[in-house]
């Protein structure tokens, strides 16, 4: 084969446009001084003899190179690959390429690997090195600059970069004692990782608080494959929750889990760290601590370059993780009642049967507000929707007013009298102040916010949630109590029935169901012609086809509210604060709604056994709240 063309050199380019070497040096590297008559002969040379200049050649000349090395522990890991695209976008807007180097776990050759990565580019960046301490410090000392991520730095402040893993452990774990568990299993990382320490210190600190809790240490690692691995000594460790060192382990025990055929989270949850983009579309999605890797990827640039131009920062900088709670995660197996603080979930025997949200997901025009959803039986039939679309204002179960002082806290469209239904920019919110739970009642202090950001209201909601028998059958029931308190002014209290709109009169406690081919029943008789308007005690929910009864039921006290009840258009029951007339509420009165609810996995139609559940379901499910006030303050301007 024939020899291939020799490289042309800056010399051949000098001698055929009659220049020095310098002078076709000081061209290439574009500077301004050079004669113009001398740079077109060097430019014709160039191109006539078609050079290419060597990248290395000037790298030399000019003393760097524009690149920087990324040096890993596993490439594989889409925690370190974030990094690097982090990394890599930021150095590309100052003209700097990324150079990347793998040390496959081998803590043997990371040093070696470090060192001529180094001395190929201008920095360096060691996210996780597993080298001892003393050998890290040398390597900082004669290879700088170099930003270390997830390592203490004792000699250089500004080289160190972290995640707290130990407040990511400690979270995770408060996460999973709020539901119930207290045998918690760690899948540990790799023995030489720095970060799995501070996961462990994070579990202790979580054991010295909970007393009562016990964290089991299982051997695991850093990859998919060791998750896997280790579902068999999970199970035989009777733990109820798993905390993996990272995602990739968690997911490789999800997987071995399913193979198995175990519940997850109905027999044990798992959770994760670090967010990889994989951990949200797993089944089910991981709950995870989520780690802003893009921002560590680009916060190493951001301090490389200022070391290198010689004002490096003066103290290191750490992350916090934060809590990302999926489905992987629930009620231990053995607790029940109300659990987790942050998201509550309501356990009624092995179900978990409703959960609570904050709704400050929702829109602004649909009025932001809590609301239940899903809520099911024990039987699993599904008795709530949430956002439908024939009213995507509609959430499950919650506390929805129409006209609160002429604002809209019921979402959606406002009705105007001679005008109809319109769009107004009249939607208030309701805002979550506090929130507990204890064992079967859950309570909720809110502030009710206008659309100009002002209180117009505050609420204290009480929600009990507890198992029932109602003959051979296993059922449940749910109280709801709210108490609204017009601690900012009177209070005017109105619907579209009251503005004009006739059979319009929705406003209160509302519970949307799904699209059933249901049945109403009332103490009158049966059909949405029968109930809508109805002041009967209770109202019955009844599928024959899912074989489901919900019963609900007016506290005893005040005379019963009408019920709006529309069955034919959508399913959507409530009693009604403003039926057909406005309502007042003086400043510093009170006004309660409340309601009672059984769910049974049985077609009730017959009459006088719902009367008989109803007349027994208020004792049932409203239990005094010690140390809290929700009763009504009678008030003479309130109508029935």
Known sequence: MPNPPR??????????????????????????KVDPAISAKVRDAIEKLNYSPSQMARNLVRGRSNTVALVVPDLENPMFQGVLKGLAREAALDGYRVL?????????????????????????????????????????????PIVVVNRPVASDPAAELSVDYEHATRTLGE??????????????????????????????????????????DLAGGSQVEDGYRAAEDVLSSGATAVIAFNDLVALGLLARLRELG????????????????????SAPALTTMSVPRLELGAQSWRRLRDAMAGSPASHPLSYRAILEARGSTGPAPEASGWLSPGRPVLRIGDRVVA?????????????????????????????????????????????????????????????????????????????????TVDDDVLVERLTWIDEREVA????????????ARVGERDAWTLGWRSTLAANFGALTLGSPATNGREGAGYGGLFWRFPRWDATVITREGEGESVAHGSTSPWLAVVDARRRVTVLLAQPEGPPALPWFARVDEYLGIGPAVAWDEIVTVPEGGRLELGIDALLIDRAITDAAELEQLASTLGAAVNTPVAGLETGLVANPDRRA
């Open 7 to 32: 490289q042309v050199t800056i010399a051949q380019v000098a001698e055929y446009a009659g220049v020095s070497q310098a002078s076709v040096s000081r061209v290439l590297n574009r500077n301004q």
């Open 262 to 281: 175990v519940d997850v989270p109905g027999e044990i949850s798992v959770a994760g760290i670090d967010d990889i983009p994989l951990a949200r579309f």
């Open 175 to 216: 996460h999973l004692v709020a539901l119930g568990h207290t045998r918690i299993a760690y899948l540990a990382g790799p023995p030489q990782a720095y970060a799995d320490g501070l996961r462990r210190h994070g579990l202790a600190e979580l054991v010295a608080r909970r007393e009562g809790t016990e964290v089991l």
């Open 355 to 435: 959960r609570y949200e904050e709704g400050t997901s929702i829109d602004s025009v649909l009025s932001p507000r809590p609301y239940l959803h899903p809520v099911e039986t024990l039987g699993g039939v599904r008795v709530t929707d949430s956002h439908p679309t024939d009213h995507l204002h509609h959430f499950g179960i919650g506390v929805a007013l129409p006209d609160v002082n002429g604002t809209s806290y019921w979402g959606g469209r406002t009705y105007v009298q001679d005008v109809g239904s319109i769009m107004l920019e009249n939607q208030g919110s309701q805002r979550r102040d506090a929130l």
């Open 456 to 467: 117009q209201l505050s609420e204290v909601r009480v929600l009990t949630g507890r198992p």
């Open 100 to 144: 990347v180097a793998d040390t496959a776990e081998r803590v043997a050759d990371e040093e070696d690997i470090a060192v001529e990565a180094r001395s190929r580019c201008d920095a360096l960046v060691l996210v996780s090195p597993r080298m001892p301490a003393e050998r890290l410090e040398a390597l900082l000392a004669r290879s700088g």
